[in-house]
């Protein structure tokens, strides 16, 4: 399927997931920062997420800064679903579709802590040690299966199991692999986890 938009559908009970009222119907910022220790399962694979980046339709590395097309709609349908792309042509990313106010926003999921799925994980990623399993958002779609198919998914549904978590501490930083407002610290991150897909600056 080409398009994300003919998937779109409502959440049907955001609430039963424990998530917050209103989490998604922030600053990407906001929701980035507090997923950090908040567990995704793919069809039971997964892990606690410990490294995310925050994107804004007013951020000009932002895939919605230009406005829809058919690569970024789903950016620009309901919150709480899925945005999968290709970057550079060879991974794919795993992104969560949120607001502030006006359609564009988008949590990346950078790095995860493997807990669920392990040894399947390791057989798709051909690597033993967990640390390599999900530390970069192309090696955790890889361990989780992820692909553009996956596009315009509603999370509170299957195959997605999204639970709210906590985390040690939170840090941030700048993002990582763009070429555009390179300096805003919209990176976040479990402080001292060993699962980031790179360390964070010494404060």
């Not at 930083?173 to 986890?193: D, H, L, N, Q």
Request: some cysteine.
């Amino acid at each position: 399927m080409s398009s994300g938009v003919s998937r779109h559908s409502g959440l049907s009970n955001p609430a039963r997931q424990g998530w917050p009222a209103g989490f998604w119907d922030r600053h990407p910022t906001q929701v980035a920062a507090d997923l950090i220790g908040w567990s995704v399962l793919v069809n039971g694979v997964g892990g606690r997420i410990v490294e995310t980046e925050a994107y804004h339709h007013e951020d000009p590395a932002s895939h919605s800064f230009s406005g829809p097309t058919p690569r970024n709609e789903v950016m620009f349908g309901p919150p709480a679903h899925v945005y999968v792309y290709r970057s550079y042509g060879i991974h794919w990313c795993l992104n969560f579709v949120c607001w502030d106010g006006a359609p564009g926003g988008a949590v990346l999921v950078r790095a995860l802590e493997p807990t669920d799925g392990l040894d399947l994980m390791s057989e798709r990623r051909l690597a033993s040690d967990p640390r390599a399993l999900c530390s970069g958002p192309g090696k955790l779609c890889q361990a989780l299966a992820v692909t553009r198919e996956h596009n315009g998914l509603a999370l509170d549904r299957a195959p997605f199991e999204l639970a709210p978590g906590s985390a040690q501490g939170v840090v941030a930083g700048p993002r990582i692999g763009i070429t555009k407002a390179v300096e805003t610290p919209w990176r976040f991150g479990e402080a001292g986890s060993r699962f980031l897909s790179r360390p964070f600056p010494q404060a």
